[in-house]
């Protein structure tokens, strides 16, 4: 697993597509993208976490707080995220 820390600079959410893009990095110039996707075949428990990290991506948007976005080492799709505190 690797991570990524900064502020999250922008956030697109398609919910017809049931996939969030956000960029997070230092400064809007020096940021690396990351993405959640809803699969249709995932399990409510599942559904309900991914739902729950746009939400914190949403939160830690607004409040210009930084964030760890964990995830594979060659993969963009978010797998956890930690809000850091001041």
Not at 7 to 15: A, G, H, M, R
Not at 69 to 76: S, W, Y
């Given at each position: 697993m690797a991570e990524t820390t900064g502020?999250?600079?922008?956030?697109?959410?398609?919910?017809s597509i049931a996939l969030a893009c956000t960029w997070v990095g230092?400064?809007?110039?020096?940021?690396?993208?990351?993405?959640?996707?809803?699969?249709?075949?995932?399990?409510?428990?599942?559904?309900?976490f991914l739902n729950s990290v746009v939400d914190a991506l949403a939160s830690v948007l607004v409040t210009r707080k930084e964030v760890v976005?964990?995830?594979?080492?060659?993969?963009?799709r978010i797998d956890a995220i930690r809000i850091v505190s001041p």
């Open positions: 502020l999250v600079q922008k956030l697109t959410i398609l919910p230092p400064s809007p110039s020096n940021a690396e993208i990351f993405f959640v996707l809803r699969d249709s075949n995932e399990s409510p428990e599942t559904g309900a976005i964990v995830h594979g080492a060659n993969d963009a």
